[in-house]
């Protein structure tokens, strides 16, 4: 009966229809079983395709490939699965089919019918087999055990390709974007190196810490460059900068205990000590050395090495070629040898350790440092050879190893170096257009006139009578005693020595600069220059008056000698102060010494009579005179009446130099102590040397005959020397200071001496009454210890010296009298009388007197010489002045210039009979 009660079948609308209504079922309905045509149990189950809606196998195709019908193929699968559950067989059938099907293909819709999900099944199980491969296998797909860990060949191979492909990328984006880092201040500091006049290096100074003096490479021998690249960096002509070879062997070196090398190139160590630092980190290093990439990229290779030499330490404080050659060899670097420049390369593998002279630690001693060096040396010579930078038969001839000088510190001010340090410095800034700021930078090469042995002369001979004579532990009246001196060569103005102090380390002043210390009598031969050169003013004149309306002076014009004599103007007016009283200047000792001439007056330092030559001339020709010496005006003091006799202070280079152009027949010359100044071996500064006639040939060597005097008879005798000198003493108010300037014609020297506490707050000169003495009460004269500290250094400074003369000056000015000192009345002859005759005459007949001849004569004259009176003193140049044996000026035989033998007052004419103390030396204005 139920066959009868079914339904027909209704007709199908295609496989695709039927999917999408089977989807549309809802949950837990049953699927309707498949239509047939022929009813149950037909041959449906024969043919696959029996009963199966239209599209089915593409739909199953595209199942199978996992395209795009893979929700339609799995529909077709859950559709066929859920005809497992049916009443008929067929549906059944279809069951499993249909279920694999749909688990190849999909889940969301269902097959309708049993045979498109058994072709469902075969193409979705071949899909679902074939696994999706990763782009790293890793681990390894199946695989098991450690086979599954174990990378493949072409994971490897492709690893490292990547990896060098990014390195490579890396160190291309990182040498694109890197930039050459502007090089360290410190690479660039130089010092001022200080050359004495032989060209030996006397100091390193200024411009930082760093002993350094750059050199273009044009200056650096090439056994150097040779050394140093032989040794440090054979491929450096050729390399890129970097040398991975060189560091991988350097390595290797160290590991097996070998020497100490580093790996890197001449190129890297000119980064590091150029644009880098010294510290040993990663950073530090892979900085170096994409630096050192760019730069040996863009960088001349000279450059480098000229950078590279220049930069370099060498040991014993010395930065750079140059500092290095002086410092071990005192010789610049272009003069090296072969044999000294590889010593100086082998260094370079480490300074501290290759010093035959020792270094820092145990392992730096003499001994091990002098075995290294020399093996390093020859080993260096020996590299030389091997990569053609050396001939062998060059090699073969140096045999001996070049023995560095003992190591001194090329820094050290102390002592004088640092007053002429200072003093050279001063004179570049003054002179030059090099600012202090420039010059404290440092670098440049400063060539002076300061002559070592004659410096060492001074120092020694200073430091001698000051041990022998200054106890400042014993006697308070020797503490605080200074010294200060200076040498310089007449005709050129060049500062040979000084003696600034005992330490620049402890005394800051420079004794032989400005100091403010008065110079006393020392100042006196400008007084006479200026009478000589411009003469004694007319009386009857105004003040103003020409050369022509005055009367140039002789040396051989009289004075008046006396103690206290009132001073007068030209016009011979009393003269009177600002509060109107009359000025009485004192001598030395309050001695009074009649009537003198200026011979005599400076023999013995007699102040009366220059004060008033000093008013009858002018008190600005004075200054005029001592300004055209060569005095600076700075230095001098007003010109009031004091003036002529020294109340100005100008330093003892300065009096020196002064003193200079009167040796030199009045030639004037600044005094200097810079030659030239030079910087990356260019010209910076060189002396113009300036030489002008500042008096007349004959007015200076007037000058110089009557000083030759002060040394040879007078105040000045402690200076003689064994050879002509000349030169005056000086003495200045309540002893405050002492002098002694004097010269021969190659050298002029001015030594002072003073007492002031450097290092009071309030710093005033005191009275040295008793430095030196147990008594306390005696005073200085520059005839005491300046005169020999002269003395003794001019006599070491000039034993290889040949022994000049001055030159024979002529006869200048006239005879003039002074204040006080005039002529005495021409003298005649007593009548002659004629035997009475037999018839006397009307008329008597006289001899009319006989006139003093300038000219001196052996004849006798017709005259009786005059007999001396009791009124007659021995310094009197009145006395027998019109000639007789025995007379003054003009006269008879032995007469002449005061100052031959006998003198006034004595046989023979001349200086005085009297021998000078102590005593008879200045005191006051001197």
Same mark, same amino acid.
């Given at each position: ?72 193929? /799995? @529909?077709? #699968? +859950? =559709?066929? $699965? ?6 008929? !067989?067929?549906? %059944?059938?279809? *069951?499993? &089919?249909? /279920? @694999?099907? #749909? +688990? =190849?293909? $999909? ?6 019918? !049993?045979?498109? %999900?058994?072709? *469902?099944? &075969?193409? /979705? @199980?071949?899909? +679902? =087999? ?11 797909? %199946?695989?098991? *055990? ?781």
């Amino acid at each position: 009966m139920s066959e009868h009660r079914r339904k027909p079948p209704q007709p199908q609308g295609g496989g695709r229809a039927a999917a999408r209504r089977a989807a549309q079922q809802p949950p837990g309905r049953r699927a309707a079983p498949p239509p047939s045509s022929t009813g149950p149990g037909s041959d449906a189950y024969e043919s696959p395709d029996a009963g199966a809606p239209r599209g089915g196998r593409a739909e199953s195709r595209r199942a199978a490939r996992g395209g795009g019908g893979r929700r339609r193929a /799995g @529909a077709a #699968g +859950a =559709g066929a $699965g859920a005809g497992a559950s049916a009443a008929h !067989g067929a549906a %059944g059938a279809g *069951g499993p &089919g249909g /279920g @694999a099907g #749909g +688990a =190849g293909g $999909g889940r969301r819709a269902a097959g309708p019918a !049993g045979a498109g %999900g058994g072709r *469902g099944r &075969g193409r /979705g @199980a071949g899909a +679902a =087999g074939r696994t999706k491969k990763r782009f790293i296998d890793y681990p390894r797909a %199946g695989k098991r *055990g450690f086979k599954r860990w174990m990378p493949s060949w072409k994971l490897v191979t492709g690893t490292c390709l990547v990896f060098f492909a990014l390195l490579i990328g890396a160190v291309g984006i990182a040498l694109m974007l890197v930039e050459v880092p502007t090089a360290q201040a410190a690479s660039k500091t130089q010092k001022n190196v200080y050359y004495w006049k032989d060209g030996k290096q006397m100091v390193v100074s200024g411009g930082g810490d760093l002993n350094r003096q750059i050199v273009p490479l044009s200056k650096i021998p090439k056994s150097m460059r040779n050394a140093v690249i032989a040794a440090e960096n054979a491929s450096f002509y050729d390399d890129a900068g970097v040398d991975p070879m060189g560091v991988a062997r350097a390595v290797v070196n160290m590991a097996k205990g070998g020497q100490t090398q580093s790996g890197s190139t001449i190129t890297q160590q000119f980064v590091k000590n150029t644009y880098l630092g010294q510290e040993q980190t990663l950073k530090r290093k892979v900085t170096e050395l994409f630096i050192s990439i760019k730069v040996g990229a863009t960088k001349d290779k000279d450059d480098i090495l000229e950078g590279y030499l220049n930069t370099a330490y060498y040991g014993r404080g010395a930065y750079g070629i140059q500092a290095a050659a002086r410092a071990f060899y005192d010789k610049d670097c272009e003069d090296l040898t072969t044999s000294e420049s590889a010593f100086l390369a082998a260094t370079l593998n480490g300074p501290n350790l290759y010093d035959p002279a020792g270094g820092q630690g145990m392992a730096a001693t003499k001994e091990k440092n002098r075995k290294r060096a020399e093996a390093r040396w020859a080993w260096t010579l020996d590299r030389e050879v091997k990569v053609g930078r050396l001939d062998s038969a060059e090699r073969e001839k140096i045999t001996k190893f070049p023995e560095p000088q003992k190591p001194k510190l090329a820094t050290n001010k102390a002592g004088q170096i640092g007053y002429l340090t200072d003093l050279a410095d001063n004179y570049i800034i003054a002179n030059s257009n090099i600012s202090k700021a420039e010059l404290d930078r440092g670098g440049y090469q400063i060539h002076t006139t300061f002559d070592r042995e004659k410096m060492k002369a001074l120092e020694k001979t200073v430091n001698k009578v000051s041990k022998e004579n200054i106890r400042p532990d014993k006697r308070p009246q020797d503490k605080h005693v200074q010294f200060g001196g200076a040498s310089v060569e007449p005709g050129t103005g060049k500062i040979l020595a000084i003696y600034g102090g005992k330490n620049a380390l402890e005394h800051y002043t420079n004794n032989a600069d400005d100091t403010g210390v008065q110079v006393g009598s020392t100042f006196k031969p400008f007084v006479l220059a200026a009478a000589m050169t411009d003469g004694k003013r007319d009386p009857n004149l105004p003040p103003e008056q020409s050369r022509e309306q005055r009367t140039l002076v002789s040396p051989k014009s009289i004075y008046n000698g006396d103690n206290k004599v009132t001073l007068r103007d030209y016009k011979g007016e009393v003269w009177l102060d600002k509060d109107g009283k009359e000025w009485h200047q004192r001598n030395d000792g309050d001695e009074s010494k009649g009537k003198i001439d200026l011979r005599t007056a400076m023999q013995f330092s007699v102040n009366t009579p220059f004060i008033q030559l000093g008013m009858d001339v002018g008190t600005d020709k004075v200054r005029d005179a001592a300004l055209a010496a060569g005095l600076s005006k700075s230095q001098l003091a007003s010109i009031t009446p004091t003036f002529s006799l020294g109340t100005s202070s100008p330093s003892a280079i300065r009096l020196a130099g002064a003193y200079a152009t009167f040796a030199a027949s009045g030639k004037q010359a600044d005094p200097y102590s810079v030659t030239k100044v030079e910087r990356d071996g260019a010209e910076e500064y060189v002396h113009d040397e300036k030489i002008e006639q500042a008096f007349e040939p004959n007015v200076a060597d007037n000058v110089t005959d009557v000083l030759k005097t002060v040394v040879e008879d007078g105040t000045g005798t402690s200076a003689q020397i064994g050879r002509e000198a000349a030169g005056k003493t000086g003495t200045t108010d309540d002893n405050k200071s002492a002098w002694f300037a004097g010269y021969t014609p190659q050298l002029s020297t001015a030594i002072g001496m003073w007492r002031v506490d450097d290092q009071a707050k309030n710093q005033k000169f005191l009275p040295m009454y008793g430095v030196g003495s147990d008594t306390g009460s005696e005073s200085i004269h520059g005839a005491s210890y300046p005169a020999k500290i002269w003395a003794g250094y001019m006599k070491e400074a000039l034993k290889n010296e040949k022994k000049l003369t001055f030159p024979k000056p002529s006869p200048i000015g006239d005879k003039i009298y002074g204040d006080g000192a005039s002529p005495p009345p021409k003298q005649t002859a007593p009548p002659t009388t004629e035997a009475p005759t037999e018839e006397p005459t009307e008329t008597p007949t006289t001899t009319p007197p006989t006139t003093p001849s300038e000219t001196p004569t052996t004849t006798p004259p017709t005259t009786p010489p005059t007999t001396p009176t009791d009124t007659c003193g021995p310094l009197d140049p009145n006395c027998g002045d019109d000639g007789g044996p025995g007379g003054g000026d003009p006269g008879g035989p032995g007469g002449g210039d005061p100052g031959g033998p006998g003198g006034p007052g004595g046989p023979g004419g001349g200086s005085p009979s009297t021998t000078p103390t102590e005593d008879d030396n200045e005191h006051g204005w001197l």
